[in-house]
């Protein structure tokens, strides 16, 4: 054999140690998740979380903050959902059950993610939504996510956040904020006021 063709060799691996998928073999990268396979300490490149296909927890929060810089810079309003599930039995089939209902209900435009796991919490991007199409949203969505749990005996509770524009907003405040209101029931408002 050349030396070149003995250089160029990698070892044959089964699966990808970051994901686990199958392999082909003389893989240099993972047809699944995009890591070098002869990189054992590279993450998946997954954006989408795997249990309930919508966007993943690293993906979601670089969303919104993609969202309120071009609310602030557009002048436009932006809502924003926190959906939380109680009372579930495993939080892997609440989050699947939550997050069909949650795809199921907003619109196109809209960025629905995986927020967290235990307890099992969505988080929904609404751009160019004011306050009365937030509380709209919000219970067409908190509707179709109770419905969707009925089976498993728990119960979902939606905080919302409207952003009004006039004043930048970070994401991880949004966040608090909508955690808040999914605590005390009420909506909250971020910005200037009109």
């Known amino acids: 054999m050349p030396i ?7 070892p044959d691996a089964l699966t990808c140690q970051a994901c686990g998928s199958p392999l082909p073999t003389g893989a240099i ?3 699944a998740c995009g890591v070098k396979v002869d990189d054992p300490m590279a993450e998946p490149l997954h954006i989408v979380d795997r249990t309930t296909g919508l966007f993943n927890d690293r993906f979601v929060r670089p969303v919104l903050e993609d969202e309120l ?13 926190l959906i939380e599930a109680n009372g579930v039995g495993t939080p892997e089939e609440a989050l699947k059950l939550m997050a069909a209902a949650l ?5 196109d435009v809209d960025t629905p993610g995986v927020l967290g796991r235990n307890p099992p919490q969505l988080l929904a991007i609404l751009p160019d939504t004011d306050v009365a199409g937030t ?8 509707s179709a996510v109770n419905e969707a749990l009925k089976s498993t005996g728990g119960a979902a509770a939606v905080g919302l956040v409207c952003i009004r524009p006039g004043q930048r907003v970070r994401a991880g405040a949004v966040i608090e904020s909508a955690s808040r209101s999914l605590r005390s029931g009420r909506p909250e408002m971020m910005g200037k006021p009109a």
Request: a positive charge; proline letters at 3%.
């Open 4 to 10: 070149g063709d003995f250089l160029r060799r990698r």
């Open 29 to 31: 990268f993972c047809p």
């Open 69 to 81: 810089a071009r609310a602030h810079r557009y002048q436009r309003n932006l809502g924003v959902l």
């Open 103 to 107: 795809a199921g209900t907003v619109r």
């Open 135 to 142: 509380a709209h949203a919000a219970n067409r969505v908190l």
